[in-house]
C-alpha cells in the first residue's frame, strides 16, 4: 500500500529537507473510532517494532497489550489517570512498553535500553500510520502500579504506554481536548543540531 501524505499534514508540517512522506505524516491524533482492530493488524504493528535496531542486537522491548472489551483492558486502562481516560476509552488496543535493563548474554546493565525501546515504538508508529490507524504514545500513567499489576520484574523498566485505533473526528473528544487535534510542527534543525560541540 502506498502513502500518501493527507491534506491536513500538508497543511501544517513542511519539512526543510526531502524526507520520506511516511515520517511526515506520523502524528499522535486522540481521537478514535472505539472500533476493533483485526488482530492480524495489531500484530503487524508489533512486527514492525521488532526490526528496529538496537544495541547489541539485545532487543530489549517488550509490550504488553489489551484490546478493548477483553478481560485483559480494565488492568491497562485503569493505569491512566482521569485525563487521558478519557480519550483512551476509544482506543481498539493499549499497549504498555517496558525494556530490560541488563543484557540477557552476561547480566551487564544495557544503558540504551529505553532508547532502543524507543526505536521500536518509532516503528509501530510508522506502521500504524502507513495503515491508517492511530498510535498515541504517552507517560500520563502509574508506572509502579503498571509494575505490580502486570508483574513487570525487576530488571525491566516501564517505559510507555500507547493507545492505538482507528481515526475518528475531533469533536468524538472532550472540548478542551479538541483545538490539539492537529498535526504540529517542529523545533527548527538550527535549534537541535550542533556541530563539533554542545550549544544552547
Excluded at 488492568?75 to 481516560?85: I, S, T
Excluded at 525494556?99 to 535500553?113: A, E, L, Q, V
Amino acid at each position: 500500500m502506498e502513502y500518501q501524505l493527507p491534506q491536513e499534514v500538508k497543511e501544517h508540517r513542511k519539512a526543510d529537507y526531502d524526507i520520506a512522506p511516511l515520517i511526515l505524516g506520523r502524528w499522535s491524533p486522540r481521537a478514535m473510532t472505539g472500533e476493533p482492530l483485526p488482530l492480524d493488524d495489531v500484530m503487524a504493528l508489533f512486527e514492525a517494532a521488532r526490526w528496529a535496531p538496537s544495541s547489541f542486537g539485545e532487543q530489549p522491548w517488550r509490550f504488553i497489550y489489551a484490546e478493548r472489551d477483553t478481560q485483559y483492558w480494565p488492568a491497562l486502562h485503569g493505569l491512566m489517570g482521569e485525563y487521558n481516560q478519557s480519550w483512551t476509552k476509544n482506543a481498539a488496543v493499549l499497549v504498555v512498553v517496558v525494556s530490560k535493563r541488563t543484557f540477557t548474554r552476561n547480566g551487564k546493565p544495557n544503558r540504551n535500553h529505553s532508547f532502543d525501546a524507543g526505536a521500536a515504538w518509532e516503528n509501530l508508529a510508522i506502521e500504524a500510520t502507513r495503515r491508517g490507524f492511530v498510535a498515541h504514545a504517552m507517560a500520563g500513567f502509574d508506572n509502579d502500579k503498571a509494575r505490580h499489576d502486570l508483574g513487570v520484574p525487576d530488571d525491566y523498566e516501564v517505559d510507555a504506554m500507547v493507545a492505538i485505533g482507528r481515526r475518528a473526528k475531533p469533536d468524538t473528544l472532550p472540548e478542551s481536548m479538541r483545538a490539539g487535534e492537529v498535526p504540529n510542527s517542529r523545533r527548527p534543525l538550527s535549534e537541535i543540531v550542533m556541530e563539533g560541540r554542545f550549544r544552547e
